[in-house]
Each structure stands twice: as structure tokens, then as C-alpha cells.
């Protein structure tokens, strides 16, 4: 389907947001009316400079508070029309959105709506121009997308139609299913946005908490397939207000758009497959469809560190042994039962600079990724090395797709026992601009599913974290950003899964007493309030977590440059990660000085 999306989702002038919708790919740009009246050229000259970059003007928007009004208002609001499309006839677009009125003048009524959207429909024929009524959820007499299509039906005028805005819809809980019956040539325009779900009023949540497909908790596939199913044929349009998006590079927040797109494309395709074979068996499951990825990672190969030689020194304390050195590049392999860490003297401080997924298809999921605009990385090698395909993550971190070829680039000299087990999870620290990218990258790229989403208190500010896993928790990844001034970056770390932490941390007390981060003892008082523990484990700094499923026990390392390490011991079925104990972690680090 084309793909379109509106200047006010993007930051810049309004040239640099053409230029820069133009290099992610679009086809159509929605033009928002504040940018047209800042920008110094006119209006032909938009329309050329849009045209010379291969975009149509799909939308002129917004036209506010027209109809519902009594007669002396609807004068004054047929003046402005009249204005609007002489400057859409320059600009060369031919469709004018209409919000549902919210001003405290409208009268309301749907017979008067209707004949006052009507006449404005006539007089917008006459110029070649068609309108799209959107019901605002805020709207002050419509708030309901069925409700401007019955406002739209009762008009009953070619050039009056409906503009269906995901956000509106689903931010109120409205059904998209209603969606269906309207036919398809009476939907207009099609304008998707995604947000997280929050208790707060909704134009605020609508101004400054809108994000791209897939970066919140919205299920736009089910209603981009109810709009399918309608009949639609026009664009899927991007409409979002987002404080972060007006403050972040317009080329990179472009393309993110244009990748949500494709994502959601993608779902909406397989979601209305897997709909239309369920009806054909007769089943009754839509909506319950998870979208399969075409290569969804089955493990963590590795890991890989930047080293100075702490961290070599810290793994060789936690158990771990040097099994292998790669023959062209500074990197050497570090293994304890199922766990693999890289050490790459690069001769940076340390810090957590490459994942290695197993996948079933690294061929496809590096396809899969090119796909999504996220190209393969250049990477030097001989004709001897394993050819590794690999993506860069939004905060640089390289994601290699792999299979067991790459490690006869080590020739490891075997397995080393010990209770760690693999790699649980990694923690990923984000700048505070790309947290959202992060989250979709992570979802669409890898096919990993969002899990809990958090805000932390830390003792300069607020940790923000999301948590993502594979469909079978085999790969966990956390991003974080921490909102503590400019010029700090959250720590990154590895979580080693392990089957008995208690002993593990009962070792390292006794053979390496400075290795694990000290946990106050006012922890502990208020752990055994709220739980039945062991009171062995304030001695040993053994954290403690619940929930419905089961239990977690985890210890923390000290920190070595931006990097530490946490052993973690999952019981029962617990699906958390020890969110609680975050904040005793940070201000222990922090009073550290680490």
C-alpha cells in the first residue's frame, strides 16, 4: 500500500522534513497547516520542491470547528473554507481533513452536522477538493468514529467521506471491527499512531505520547485488517505527536516511521492470512494471532565486551576460562557451561558492544532485517572466517545473526564446567532519543515480544526500562535509558542464569570479597517483612523477587567501566527481572562512584 506520513511527526522546516520524508522512502506527505504558514515559500513552490522529490501532497490538514454551529458561526467558517481551498488549489492537494468540532459554541446535533457538511462538501467540489471528517476522541458532540460515519451517511455527498485515525479509536476502546461496515470508498484517509497505554486525559496523551507502530500497545494490525476488509485502498499514513520526535534528527525519525510501516504491513498481512484460514476451519480465534517472524532467534551465541583486561579478570573469578583466540583480531573466547563471552581489546573502556543470536536461518533474518531497513554492517574477513551477518541496534550495538559455523574461528579447547548455565539476559543502554526506536528495532527486527515497561527511581532522576523477550524467553533483552542529565548513560550488563546463586555468591564472598555489590542491610529488614526468605541471604547480597509464577534470586557485580555482570536463578516460572531491586542497585552503584 502507499505509504504516507505527516509533516508535524517529524522536526525541522518544512523543507528538511520533505527532503528527509523523501529519503526514508515515502510516497505522500500529509502537510500540516503550521508548517506550511512558517515556511518562506509559497505554496506552488512547496508543491514543487515536493514533487521534485517524488511526493504527492496526499492531505491538507487540519480544518477545525466547522460544523454544529448556528448559522451566524457556519457564515464566518464557509469564509475560511473558501480560503483553504484556494491555498490547497496552489498547493495541489485535493483532500481536506475536518475534526469533529470541540468548541463550547457548537451546538451539536447530527441532522444539523450533516447539512452543514454537505454545503461544505458542494463548495469544496467545486474546487476539485474532497473532505475527510475525522471524529476527534476529545470532540465535544462526536467522539466516535461511527458516529462521523453516520454523520457522513446522513450528508450523503460524493465528496464526503471519513478519516479514520487509530489513535481516536483505540485510545477511547472503541472496536475497530465496526470499521468493516463502511465501505471502503467512503473512508478517506487512513492515519495510523501508536502510544503506550496511560491513565492521564486524552488530548495530552494524543499531543505528547503518540509513537510509530509497534513502539507502544496498540493492536494496529487488527485494525489496518479491519480496514483492509472494508475495502480501503488509500494510504497507511503516520499522524504522531511526540515531544522526543520534535527534538530528534528528522532523518532518522523518518525512517524509523518508514520501517513501522513495513512491520506493520507485514502484520496486518499475516494477521488477516491466519484470520481468513481460521474462518475457513470454522474456528473462532481472531485477534489471537502472534506474528510470526521469519527467523526468531533461539539463544544467545555470545555476548562480546570491549576490554582493557578487567573484565577478563573479573570472568576468570566468576568461573569462567579462556577456551579460545580468534586468528586475525583481538578477541578471545571465554566460556562456562552454555555461556560465551567475546573479549575485544580494542583498548576502549569496557563496555557491552556485540550480541550474538543463534538463528535458525541467519541468511533470512539478515534479509529479514535489510528488509526493515536495517542494513548489514561491512565487516573485514578472510576466506577462512565464517561469514557473520550482522545489523546495528539504535545505540550502535552490533546484532550478529548467527549459526554454530563461527565458532571454529576459535577452535575452543572444550567445555568448562561450573554452576552458570548461559546467558539469561542483556541490558542495553539507550540515549533518551532513541528509546522508542530501540523498542521497535528490537520487536520488528528480532521478532521479540514487549514485555513489562517501567520507570525507576534513581537518587539523581528516573530510570526508564523496557523489557523484550523471544516467545519462549530463550532471548531476553532490556533497554534503558536514565534520565539523570545529559552526560550519563545507564549502565550496560550481562545476566548469567545459573541453578544455585545462593552457593555462587557464597563462593565469591569467600574467595573474592570486593567482586559482588554490597546491598544495604535496610533491604533486608523490609525483604523479610514483605517475604517468608532465608536469613542467609543478607549476608551474602543475595537479592530476592516474586511474582504469580515463581520466584528470582540474583546478585550484582561491582562495575568495570560501564559494564557489570548479574547472576540470576530463576525458580518455578518466574517471568520478571528483578525490577524491584533496581533502585537499590543504582544507589549502591552510584554511591560507589561507578
Not at 458542494?122 to 476527534?136: K, N, P, S, V
Not at 460515519?149 to 472503541?174: E, K, N, T
Not at 487512513?190 to 513502539?215: E, I, K, N, T
Not at 532465608?534 to 567501566?561: N, S
Amino acid at each position: 500500500m502507499r505509504k504516507s506520513i505527516a509533516t508535524v511527526s517529524v522536526s525541522g522546516t518544512l523543507v528538511e522534513k520533505l527532503e528527509a520524508i523523501a529519503a526514508a522512502g515515502f510516497d505522500g506527505v500529509e502537510i500540516f497547516e503550521n508548517d506550511l504558514l512558517a515556511c518562506p515559500l509559497p505554496p506552488e513552490e512547496v508543491r514543487a520542491r515536493a514533487a521534485d522529490l517524488g511526493l504527492g501532497i496526499d492531505l491538507y490538514q487540519p480544518f477545525r470547528d466547522f460544523e454544529g454551529v448556528p448559522a451566524e458561526v457556519l457564515a464566518g467558517n464557509l469564509r475560511r473554507a473558501e480560503h483553504k481551498f484556494r491555498v490547497m488549489e496552489r498547493l495541489g492537494a485535493d483532500l481536506l481533513l475536518v475534526c469533529s468540532n470541540v468548541s463550547p459554541a457548537a451546538i451539536g446535533g447530527d441532522e444539523l452536522a450533516a447539512e452543514q457538511l454537505r454545503l461544505l462538501a458542494e463548495r469544496a467540489a467545486a474546487h476539485g477538493i474532497r473532505i475527510a471528517y475525522e471524529a476527534l476522541a476529545w470532540g465535544r458532540h462526536v467522539n466516535e468514529y461511527l458516529h462521523a460515519w453516520r454523520i457522513a451517511r446522513l450528508a450523503d455527498h460524493p465528496g464526503l467521506g471519513v478519516c479514520l485515525d487509530s489513535f481516536h479509536i483505540l485510545s477511547r476502546g472503541s472496536d475497530p471491527i465496526g470499521i468493516e461496515a463502511i465501505p471502503g470508498e467512503k473512508i478517506f484517509f487512513l492515519q495510523l499512531a501508536d502510544a503506550p497505554l496511560l491513565a492521564m486525559d486524552v488530548l495530552q496523551w494524543s499531543r505528547h505520547y503518540r509513537c510509530f507502530p509497534g513502539q507502544g500497545n496498540f493492536d494496529l494490525a487488527g485494525l489496518v485488517e479491519s480496514v483492509r476488509r472494508a475495502g480501503y485502498v488509500g494510504p497507511l499514513s503516520l499522524e504522531v505527536f511526540n515531544d522526543v520526535f520534535r527534538q530528534a534528527s528528522a532523518e532518522r525519525t523518518a525512517l524509523d516511521g518508514m520501517r513501522s510501516l513495513i512491520a506493520l504491513e507485514q502484520g496486518a498481512h499475516e494477521r488477516g492470512a491466519y484470520e481468513r484460514g481460521a474462518h475457513e476451519r470454522g474456528a473462532h480465534e481472531q485477534g489471537a494471532h502472534e506474528v510470526t517472524h521469519p527467523a526468531v532467534p533461539a539463544g544467545f551465541a555470545f555476548a562480546e565486551l570491549a576490554d582493557t583486561g578487567a573484565v577478563g579478570g573479573m570472568l576468570a573469578a566468576l568461573g569462567f576460562a579462556r577456551t579460545g583466540t580468534h586468528p586475525t583480531k583481538p578477541v578471545e573466547l571465554w566460556e562456562q557451561g552454555g555461556a560465551r563471552l567475546l573479549l575485544n581489546a580494542t583498548g576502549a573502556d569496557p563496555a557491552l558492544i556485540a550480541i550474538g543470536l543463534d538463528s535458525p536461518d541467519p541468511a533470512g533474518a539478515a534479509k529479514h532485517a535489510e528488509s526493515l531497513l536495517s542494513p548489514i554492517l561491512p565487516r573485514e574477513r578472510t576466506s577462512e572466517e565464517a561469514r557473520l551477518e550482522a545489523v546495528a541496534a539504535p545505540d550502535g550495538t552490533e546484532i550478529f545473526f548467527c549459526d554454530d559455523a563461527w565458532l571454529a574461528d576459535f577452535v575452543p579447547s572444550g567445555p568448562v564446567p561450573g554452576p552458570v548455565t548461559g546467558i539469561d539476559h542483556v541490558a542495553l543502554a539507550q540515549p533518551w532519543h532513541h528509546f522508542d526506536e530501540a523498542a521497535l528495532f528490537y520487536r520488528s527486527v528480532l521478532g521479540l515480544r514487549p514485555q513489562e515497561s517501567l520507570e525507576l527511581p534513581d537518587p539523581y532522576g528516573l530510570l526508564r526500562s523496557k523489557a523484550m523477550s523471544g516467545p519462549d524467553g530463550a532471548v531476553r533483552v532490556v533497554v534503558n535509558i536514565a534520565q539523570v542529565g545529559a552526560d550519563h548513560l545507564p549502565w550496560q550488563h550481562v545476566a548469567l542464569a545459573c541453578d544455585d546463586v545462593v552457593a555462587v555468591a557464597r563462593r565469591l564472598r569467600r574467595e573474592h570479597p570486593g567482586l559482588l555489590l554490597p546491598i544495604p542491610g535496610n533491604y533486608y529488614d523490609d525483604l523479610e517483612a514483605r517475604h517468608e526468605v532465608d536469613p542467609g541471604l543478607r549476608d551474602l547480597g543475595v537479592l530476592y523477587d516474586r511474582d504469580e509464577h515463581g520466584a528470582f534470586l540474583h546478585v550484582y557485580t561491582v562495575t568495570v567501566g560501564r559494564v557489570f555482570f548479574e547472576i540470576v536463578q530463576r525458580i518455578g516460572g518466574y517471568q520478571g527481572y528483578g525490577a524491584g531491586n533496581a533502585p537499590i542497585r543504582l544507589a549502591v552503584q552510584h554511591a560507589a562512584g561507578h
